[in-house]
């Protein structure tokens, strides 16, 4: 069900029948439009704990995705440090972003276990495109992104002869044209 | 006491108001605002990554950058940079894209009076345009006290010479509530009763005052109503 046009500050629900999506806020048990749009509802995940139906406003102009505590994105290497990473966020999600967004692997984010024997030079080089996990907003700076999971890590990388690798094992990948094996942290890749 | 203006207005009576949104490329959004021959540009970029120095990285950040018609930027500028900033954080959701800051640059394009209310609509316009959540829409308008007693709104650049003082202020819109069918009414104070931003210049009695708060809370109706039209507009122009 849709609805007309809506501005910010329109009401557009109640709390108790109601759950805030996309471009709605609560104050005072009250469902705010935040953006301008078409009001629409949407019927909740059968499995979803909160049977409330779901109220958004959509068709709106949206800005680029951003990250957010606890979402992944895809990211280049720009420097590797002895106890950090630098990198530039390229994607959140399946999304692009519109703007530079810095993001750091630190030593002890890099994987679950074993975390003090790091070497963040054998995990990471210059280039490589990882998928990590945001930790935290962290500083003005940079946001704080981790790769301790096995589905996270480097995904792709060029080799000194300048061929993409490919994963060999959970720490190495091989130049398909000289054979030679570098160190890394790879990501476990998706059936 | 019903008095003359010189282009012929009544003292409740605002310019004649234009708005075009979506009129730049590079910004995330755009907008220009006109009332009579006052007319600002707002242009809006972000949000982008980090914040600024002494700002809360846990919530959203904005910056106001004035750009004069010409010259230098001055102590009024800045001041008005500092209130179109205050007035932008307080009707934004700042909670949504935390450790960002979005820049809303400002250009006058040319000043015949009541500025300082025509770049507070501008920079709303853009941010809608933007997409950036606000928690409502800002209306703002000039309210005059001249020597002999009489209030005038919207005033031109000649008026605003000739008054003893006047208030810029600011107002939430008039919101409509769009509840679904079958929805209980939401109970309340309607956000519209509050005020965002009220600065005045000059010497005013407390009852001048209050009736400048009482005639701008009325003017900002048809500005309410100006708002919706043209999104509406923008809207169907874009379907």
Redesign the interface.
């Given at each position: 069900?849709t609805?007309?046009?809506?501005?910010?500050?329109?009401?557009?629900?109640?709390a108790?029948?109601?759950k805030a999506g996309k471009?709605a806020?609560v104050?005072?048990a009250?469902i705010?439009a935040?953006?301008?749009?078409?009001?629409r509802?949407v019927s909740p995940l059968p499995e979803s704990i909160d049977q409330r139906a779901i109220?958004e406003v959509t068709?709106?102009?949206?800005?680029?995705p951003?990250p957010e505590t606890g979402s992944v994105v895809i990211a280049r290497v720009t420097k590797v440090m002895t106890k950090m990473a630098a990198v530039d966020i390229l994607c959140v999600g399946s999304k692009a972003v519109?703007?530079?967004?810095?993001g750091v692997i630190r030593q002890q984010d890099v994987r679950a276990t074993e975390i003090d024997k790091v070497d963040m030079h054998q995990s990471f080089h210059a280039g490589d495109i990882v998928r990590a996990m945001v930790l935290s907003?962290?500083?003005?700076?940079?946001?704080y992104l981790s790769t301790a999971k096995n589905e996270l890590g480097v995904v792709s990388a060029e080799s000194a002869a300048g061929e993409t690798m490919v994963p060999i094992s959970w720490t190495e990948m091989q130049c398909p044209l000289s054979g030679q094996t570098e160190q890394r942290k790879v990501a476990k890749v998706g059936n | 006491m019903e008095i003359d203006r010189e282009d012929g207005r009544t003292p409740n009576q605002l310019r004649p108001l234009a708005c075009s949104r979506n009129i730049l490329h590079r910004p995330h959004g755009s907008a220009s605002w006109s009332q009579g021959d006052t007319k600002v540009l707002a242009a809006v970029y972000g949000p982008k990554a980090g914040t600024k120095k002494n700002e809360n990285a846990e919530k959203a950040c904005f910056e106001v950058i004035w750009k004069p018609k010409s010259g230098q930027i001055g102590k009024v500028e800045k001041e008005y940079e500092m209130i179109l900033k205050r007035t932008i954080q307080s009707i934004c959701v700042l909670t949504v894209n935390p450790n960002t800051t979005t820049s809303v640059i400002i250009q006058v394009v040319h000043d015949d009076g009541s500025l300082l209310p025509c770049a507070i609509n501008a920079a709303c316009a853009a941010l809608v345009d933007a997409g950036i959540p606000m928690k409502h829409l800002a209306v703002a308008i000039c309210c005059c006290l001249a020597e002999n007693g009489y209030l005038v709104l919207d005033p031109n650049k000649l008026e605003e010479k000739k008054m003893t003082a006047f208030a810029y202020l600011v107002f939430p819109n008039t919101t409509l509530s769009v509840l679904p069918e079958g929805s209980s009414v939401a109970e309340g104070e309607p956000v519209e009763h509050g005020i965002i931003t009220s600065i005045t210049h000059g010497v005013m009695s407390v009852d001048d005052y209050f009736l400048c708060v009482e005639n701008g809370r009325a003017a900002t109706a048809s500005l309410s109503a100006f708002f919706r039209k043209n999104f509406q507009q923008s809207s169907s122009k874009a379907g």
């Open positions: 069900m609805t007309g046009l809506v501005t910010p500050g329109d009401v557009i629900g109640k108790t029948e109601f471009g806020y104050n005072d009250t705010y935040s953006l301008t749009g078409t009001c509802i109220v068709g709106h102009k949206a800005h680029g951003i519109r703007e530079n967004f810095a907003l962290g500083d003005a700076r940079a946001y | -």
